[in-house]
């Protein structure tokens, strides 16, 4: 004799609130958004590139912003040399101007 298995349905009212929660464990941008890169301020990417090169704010500059929604490109200039940045996902990137 086979066990018999009782299947409840999920109501429709349900699968919208399933499936938010697991977009939200899965970390998916539209669910719970990191931040948009476009809100950070000068002083704020002035900070993140101090820190990308190990130094203080008073050895960098940053200016020419091209702020998208996920992504922030900019210039800075750190010990002489100018370096073209951008921030994505909150990660600083640089490399030197011209290559």
């Known amino acids: 004799m086979t066990p018999s298995i009782s299947r409840k349905r999920f109501s429709f009212a349900v699968w919208p609130a ?7 464990v899965q970390g998916c941008d539209v669910v719970a958004p990191i931040g948009s890169n476009a809100v950070l301020s000068d002083q704020v990417i002035a900070e993140k590139t101090a820190n ?25 200039s750190f ?16 490399d030197p101007a011209g290559q």
């Open 52 to 76: 990308y090169f190990s130094s203080t704010e008073a050895h960098v500059q940053v200016f020419g912003f091209d702020r998208q929604r996920e992504s922030t490109r900019y210039q800075a």
């Open 18 to 24: 399933l499936c938010v929660a697991v977009l939200a």
């Open 79 to 94: 010990q002489g040399n100018k370096y073209n940045c951008s921030i994505y996902m909150n990660q600083v990137r640089c």
